[in-house]
């Protein structure tokens, strides 16, 4: 019998539950990375179609806090929409300045937040917030490029606001993320929309939902559904199998 029937034959025996176990195996070798002359706001990498944008640095903490953030992209109704157990464990992935980290940490009172940054520069500013609210649920980590130094299936959620489209090494920490996340996990992504011409965020500060579920599919993530919640971003949501 020739090797491709033996091989259908083998699979149509399988379990459903064997088979979605095969089919959902996370990759272990990346999509290749290309180089290009960097544009006016990239690093001149580019993933899967993509050129990776600058990263913005810790210069830009006031940014983050700019009083009209809260109008701008309600900062609020996307954390009730996590939907999160009051134990549970959260990474907050480029947390910046905490500005999520800690609107999180009142929802999670048995639970913990990592604040994930690779400056630590940001991080310092976390911990003085940590200390002048007298919070003791937020744990501060030090990422690096490629490597969020989360613990094996350590936590429930991962939040990714605006920064998942800086990461110069795009499989590799979602790679680490997918380890991190517990079976049943759930990643929120979100990302100013790329598919808005006239929304006024430089192009590769932005993302459209296709080039989000390729890019996340790459890692054995899953859509699960998008929360048309937000004025200007995509609230993406994407589960561990």
């Known amino acids: 019998m020739p090797r491709r029937s033996i091989l259908v034959m083998t699979l149509m025996i399988l379990s459903p539950v064997a088979m979605t176990a095969v089919a959902l195996q996370p990759p272990t070798d990346p999509p290749s990375y290309s180089q ?4 006016r706001d990239g690093i001149g990498k580019v993933y899967m179609g993509r050129e990776i944008s600058q990263v913005m640095g810790h210069r830009g903490a006031g940014w983050l806090e700019r009083a009209s953030r809260v109008r701008e992209e309600l900062p609020d109704v996307l954390v009730d929409h996590l939907q999160l157990h009051p134990d549970a464990e959260v990474a907050d992935i480029g ?9 999180i940490s009142r929802l999670v009172p048995q639970g913990r937040v990592f604040a994930v940054d690779i400056q630590p520069e940001m991080l310092a500013i976390v911990e003085k917030r940590m200390a002048r609210r007298g919070i003791d ?11 969020p130094k989360l613990s094996a299936q ?5 939040l990714l606001v605006d920064t998942y489209h800086e990461f110069s090494h795009p499989f590799e920490m979602m790679r680490g993320i997918y380890r991190g996340l517990r079976p049943g ?3 929120f992504l979100v990302e100013y929309r790329g598919e808005d011409q006239a929304l006024p965020i430089k192009p590769l500060h932005k993302m459209t939902q296709a080039q ?7 890692v054995g993530l899953v859509w699960e559904e998008t929360l048309d919640l937000l004025p200007t971003q995509h609230l993406m949501v994407f589960r561990k199998p």
């Open 212 to 218: 989000a579920k390729r890019e996340m599919a790459a």
């Open 154 to 158: 350590g936590v429930d959620v991962v």
């Open 95 to 103: 947390a910046g300045t905490g500005y999520f980290t800690f609107r």
């Open 185 to 187: 996990g759930r990643v």
């Open 137 to 147: 649920n937020v744990v501060p980590i030090l990422g690096s490029i490629d490597d």
């Open 36 to 39: 290009i002359t960097p544009s």
